[in-house]
């Protein structure tokens, strides 16, 4: 009997110890060794710089991809955005859940629902027509929806929501 209690408590004890957990390795965040274009904080469960969760452009691009040809009211013609999708950066912050506060450099803020990330339409773009953007060219990043493919993103909510040079989201539950 003792050698059956001890060897659950063995058990319990590796399942909640680090390194026994490869799993918990493959959702460590990585840290952003270069420019830090993006910071997530609040209620994240990943992070990588102390209470937040930073990404540059190599940690943004290792991410699932997404390229989307939309028109917006802010430029002319169809514009090709690369990027990726707004849950993915969430996922990746181990945010499940809560209300998004985004952040433009100059201190504006939009809130963007958590609906949108989990929907998948919401994508930040650090790249129009194959170049990254400068911070003149509305970048380093900016939130895009699919403006040409459902008219529900073509309204003054979703435009507000798609804010540029992003530079950091807050988390809230």
């Not at 997530?40 to 710089?49: D, K, M």
């Not at 504006?108 to 990330?117: G, H, L, M």
């Not at 699919?146 to 988390?171: G, M, N, T």
Request: charged residues 20%.
């Amino acid at each position: 009997m003792r050698h059956f209690i001890f060897t659950i408590f063995l058990a319990i004890l590796m399942a909640f110890h680090p390194a026994a957990s490869s799993e918990a390795h493959a959702e460590a965040l990585a840290p952003a060794t270069g420019d830090v274009l993006l910071t997530v904080s609040g209620a994240i469960t990943r992070s990588n710089s102390g209470d937040t969760a930073t990404f540059d452009l190599a940690l943004l691009e290792s991410l699932p991809q997404i390229t989307l040809e939309t028109e917006t009211i802010w430029t002319t013609g169809a514009q090709t955005f690369e990027g990726v999708r707004l849950k993915d950066v969430l996922d990746a912050a181990g945010v499940s859940a809560g209300t998004l506060k985004a952040f433009a450099i100059n201190d504006y803020a939009v809130e963007i629902p958590f609906e949108d990330a989990e929907d998948g339409s919401a994508i930040i773009a650090y790249r129009r027509n194959g170049d990254l953007m400068s911070v003149r060219e509305k970048g380093p990043l900016w939130v895009i929806y699919p403006f040409d493919q459902d008219a529900r993103f073509r309204s003054e909510v979703y435009y507000s929501r798609s804010i540029w040079q992003l530079d950091r989201i807050s988390v809230a539950r």
